[in-house]
Structure formats: C-alpha cells, structure tokens
C-alpha cells in the first residue's frame, strides 16, 4: 500500500555556526550573512525517515514549510532529495508565530492537502528549540502520536516505530494516520542525486497564503501567540580557563594530571 | 470565569519511587507556592503509587492526588493524557509544572493544546513577576545559544522544566499534607498506541546520570575505537563513565543513551573530562552542570575552554596517555 506522507520543514539558521556569531540585538537573533539558512537538522531526520519508506512500501511525499521569506535553493532541497512536492505556507502573517499558532496553521494546510498516512516533523527545530508542533498537529487533527522516533516501518495501516527512551527504546505500534515525530538514529538525510537536482529546479513550489487554508490573521504568526516573548538575552559567561602547558603535549597531559592532583579534583 | 489556583506538579515514579526530577519540581513549586500564597499539588499516576505519595508530601506538596490503574503501569500518552486532562481541569492550577523527561516531553504540548493553553518547554529558571503575579519562564533558544523570557495570561500556565537546574527541599517526613486517592476509569479503547516491547540498551556498570566522574569524547575522536580503549581506560581509573557530545552518537560510534546535550542526557558529575569536544552549546547545556569542567581540544579557540575550569591545547593522542599514565602513578602514590 503507498503510503501519503507529509513531511513539516522549517527553514532556520544553521545551527553549526560556532557560538561566537549568534548574537541578540533589541531582543532579535542576529546572524552575519556568511551564515546561510539550512532545513533544521531533526526536519532533515523527518525527511530521511520518509524517503525511507517511499523506498521500501512507495508512496507520495509533500513537504510543507511555515515562515517568509524562503530562500529557494534551500527549501526546495526536499524536492531534490526526493520529495514529490512542496508546499510553502508563506506570508509575513506566518512571522513570529509560537508553537500553537503554527501548529494551527500546519494543521490546516495538511487537511487541505487531504489524504495523508503519516505526517512527520522534526523533535524540535533548530532556532527556538521548544519540540511541540508535531504533537500540537496531532491534537489539531485528532489522530495520535509517536515521539522521539528512530526507526519507522509501515504495514497494513499500521507503522511501527522504536521510539527511544533514556535506557534503550520501545516499540511502539501506532494506528495510521498518525503524527511520527522524528530524532537523530535515523540516519542523515541522503545527499541529492544530479537528476534530483536537476528535477528539482524544474518544480515551483506551491504558494499558500493564510486565506488559501482558511485561517484570519488575527490566529497568525506573532498576532496568534498564546505565549509572549518577554526579553531574549545572552547570559555573560567569563572564561577562566587555566590553560596548561609544556614543552610538549604530553608533557602538558602529565601536567595537567599534577595540577588536578594539586587542585584535589581527583 | 473559572478561578485559577495554585501550583500543580505532574509528578513521576522511577522504580515505585519517586523520580529524583519530581523532588526537584517539587522543591521549586514549593518556592513559587509560597510566594503566590497559594497550595503546591502533585499529581501521581501509576499501577501502583504506594509510599511515592508520603514522599511528595515530605518534599514539599500540601495535597498529592493519586490515581492507580494497571493502564498506568507504562507511560502512554492517550492513557496518561486522560489522567492528567481530568485533573488539571478539576484542580484547576493556575501553574502546572513537569519534567522535561522522556514523558514530559512527550505529555505536555498535547496537554497544552487539550487544555487550550501553551507551555514553555526546557525551563532553567522560573519566577513570579510580583506586579502580575504571572509565571517568568526561561527557556534556552538557538541549541543554548540564548535564552528567551516567556510569559503567558492563558491558564494555566504550563512549563516543564530541565532536571538538575531546581533544587529540592530537604526531606521532613514530620511535614503534614493530604493524600487524595481517586477513583478513575481509563478508556483503554482510546488508546491508539501499543508497546510491543520494551528494550533496554544501557551498558552494564556505572549509569552515566550516576557517575562522578564522566569521560567523555567529540567528533575530533575521529571514530569508535578511542571510545572504547582511550577514555574507557582513564573512566575506569576514575571509577567514572563514557559519555559523548552528539556527533558520536549521530555517526553510530556509540549508543545514542551515551549521548551528553540538549537532545540528549543532562548530566552534573564532580569533573567532567571533554575530549575532541568543541563545546557547541547543544553538547553544554547537557553538561554545564558540572562542578569542574576539563577540557582537552587541539584548537584554541573552540568553545569549550570557555566552559572549561582547566584545559589542555594539543591532540588527544598525545595528551591524554601522558595524563592517564602521570595519574595512574599519583593516585598510587
């Protein structure tokens, strides 16, 4: 049976940029340009965990993103990868959301799309690191859940997940449709093919706006949060690092061993 | 308008006991009880609950309500869920605080969205603004990279909250407080989910959340093998435990329950020993909590010797067989 799948993508900072660049200006992250935008790593995870079943059962892949302003080359990485659409909620009414504003919206662009089997999304996105849009997509929609997923197999209108836990992991069995929410162990999102490149390129992404799923502005982006942003700081942190030395590396090991010795840490 | 009151605790048990997470809710639900002049529940759902209850109470709750049924034995959502909906709405908190565990994790953006109000998930600190009398929450953003102040007017106000950041109280077992067993029927047809099997992955020896002392290893390991020889060998010195920053986890060099940050295991051991560790603020926020931090990283600039308390700048392969062996002979002195 193929199976319908959507994947949730979000376009984010890249958040392998070393710490030194992120930088909070009047309550805003600030990036330099030289730091691009990338799908965030766990969206990559989701990506990776559907490409995986379209390649054993088939089946249909629409990636959706939420936000403005998309920078093409990025966001279409899921077509060149091997998704069959993508559909971009863009808008600057989608700016600024909070979990449950963009959960909401989400929500209603899946049930426009109509037949889906699992939706998939990322544990938590890379930039605001809260983790409760798959799950609030789940609620909306009336349909279950399985969090922290790293394996996924789908028969008989059923997938079976290993859903990881602190000692080990659970197999967990789940009625489909379903929200699978996906982390690392999944294996990294494959590398795009030429032809997929090339495919890519050729496809436009669908363009919705808020009035294309039905939702007022008013339940949007910064206008829908239900939680307000107060202050974004950067807590100071000193270095105090005592750096140790030597003529030689190991030498500075063996020192290293002393100073601990001396300090009574060990 | 329904009148909203208090502070509620979703507690959990580990083993039948009450979870070391739950303590520390507890201890800072106490805090912000006191200063709301107002009660601190708990809520405890499980097959059994037992002594748990005495103990909530002996770390801070004025009233624990207990909830046992055999659909309780394991977390599951669409069971807990019922629990959890039922009693946030009869309580009617105007605070409800949970674990940012495998379960809260899990448990509480669904419980947000049923009770149609938000959470702040990952909270580090948590206070009352005196002029609103309104929950302050603080959440790090960006893998760590900041952080972000929350408040929220829709009630009750939910977070959950990291472990190892909230201290609990002093256990008083002479302290009185109510437990309220209650009766309830979990609609088991309403669980759309089945544990096939539960599979435990943990090496045998020191739990890493236990041990005093971790080891612990980054992408510049370059591989499996120094996991295994290198660092196992100056953790078994110390009567410590392997651990390993994302990279490792995520390229299978070790078992993901190794893995050290945000997405991974929060730990606070006396001396933390990061290796080929560049310190990105994903790995820290899961090992800041550390009493002395020690780095050991070829580049000079990477972000662990801002965290670090003592470093050494140079290769692992060199450095730190000269630090096991000088060690190995002081501590037999």
Known sequence: ?266 | MAEYKGVLVCGELAEGKLASVTTELLGCGRKLADELKEGLYCLLASDRVGDASKEAIAFGADKVHTVEHPALKEYQADSYLQVAEKLAKDVSPRVILIGQTSMGRDLAPRLAFRLGTSVTTDCLNLSIDPATRLLVQTHPVYGGNAQAVFTSESMPQMVTVRAKTMSQLERNASRKGEVIPIKMDIDTSKVRTKIVETVKEEAVGIKLEDAPVIVSGGRGMGGPQPFQTILKELADLLHGAVGASRPPADNGWVPEHLHIGLTGKIVAPDIYIAVAISGASQHTAGCSGSKHIIAINKDPEANIFREAQFGVVGKYEEVLPAFTNKLKELLAA
Do not use: H
Request: charged letters at 25%.
């Open chain 1, 1 to 266: 049976m193929p199976v319908n799948m959507v994947v949730c993508c979000k376009q984010v900072p890249d958040p392998e940029a070393p710490p030194a660049v992120f930088k909070v200006v009047n309550n805003k992250m600030t990036l330099p340009p030289e730091v691009k935008p990338v799908i965030g790593q766990y969206e990559e995870f989701a990506l990776e965990a559907a490409l995986k079943i379209k390649d054993t059962v088939g089946g249909k892949i629409t990636a959706v993103s939420l936000g403005n302003n998309f920078v093409r080359d990025v966001i279409k990485k899921s077509l060149a990868v091997g998704a069959d659409e993508l559909i971009l909620l863009e808008d600057k009414a989608f700016e600024d959301g909070d979990s449950w504003s963009t959960a909401n919206a989400l929500a209603a662009a899946i049930k426009k799309i109509g037949a889906y089997d699992i939706i998939f999304c990322g544990r938590q996105s890379s930039d605001w690191d809260a983790g409760q849009v798959g799950l609030g997509i789940a609620e909306m929609l009336g349909i279950p859940a399985v969090t922290l997923a790293r394996k996924v197999e789908v028969s008989n209108g059923k997938a079976k997940v290993e859903r990881v836990i602190p000692d080990g992991y659970q197999v967990i069995e789940v009625t489909l449709p379903a929200v699978i929410v996906v982390t690392s162990g999944i294996g990294a999102l494959r590398y795009a093919t030429l032809k997929g490149i090339m495919a890519a390129a050729k496809k436009q992404p669908v363009v919705w706006k808020p009035a294309d799923i039905g939702i007022d502005a008013s339940k949007l982006g910064a206008a829908g949060r239900r939680s307000k942003l107060d202050k974004l700081f950067q807590p100071v942190k000193e270095s105090k690092c005592e750096i140790i030395g030597g003529d030689t590396t190991a030498e500075a090991g063996a020192k290293l061993a002393v100073r601990l010795r001396e300090a009574k840490l060990l």
